[in-house]
């Protein structure tokens, strides 16, 4: 069992910057890949970054692409998600999941999700 607890989440401007954290408990968190998602309303839940269990491999959505970035901290069971350059179409609320065997895109590999942090950008 892994419980995660995002955090960071806030109310920008265009073109700011944003720092994502998810803290995870147990003594396992270096066994799972991570990821982030996020859902604005009215949309599906979509794929935003995923990163290996050793950081090793990170994986981006077009999207957010070069101005996202990933990593973790296995020490602190952590992983983040820095944000830059933000735009009015990156509101959602942010949710950071674990995967046990596989890192990738698909939500349903994903085993265990936090609550969400919401991130609005304003224009």
């Known amino acids: 069992q892994v419980q995660l607890v995002e955090s960071g989440g806030g109310l920008v401007q265009a073109g700011d910057s944003l720092k994502l954290s998810c803290e995870a408990s147990?003594?396992?968190?270096?066994?799972?890949?991570m990821g982030w998602f996020r859902q604005a309303p009215g949309k599906e839940r979509e794929f935003v970054a995923a990163?290996?269990?050793?950081?090793?491999?990170?994986y981006y959505a077009d999207s957010v692409q070069g101005r996202f970035t990933i990593s973790r901290d296995n020490a602190k069971n952590t992983v983040y998600l820095q944000m830059d350059s933000l735009k009015p179409e990156d509101t959602a609320v942010y949710y950071c999941?674990?995967?046990?065997?596989?890192?990738?895109?698909?939500?349903?590999?994903?085993?265990?999700w936090g609550q969400g942090t919401q991130v609005t950008v304003s224009s």
């Open positions: 990163i290996s269990r050793s950081g090793d491999t990170t």
């Open positions: 999941a674990a995967a046990r065997w596989l890192v990738g895109r698909n939500a349903y590999d994903y085993n265990y």
């Open positions: 147990g003594r396992t968190f270096s066994s799972y890949n």
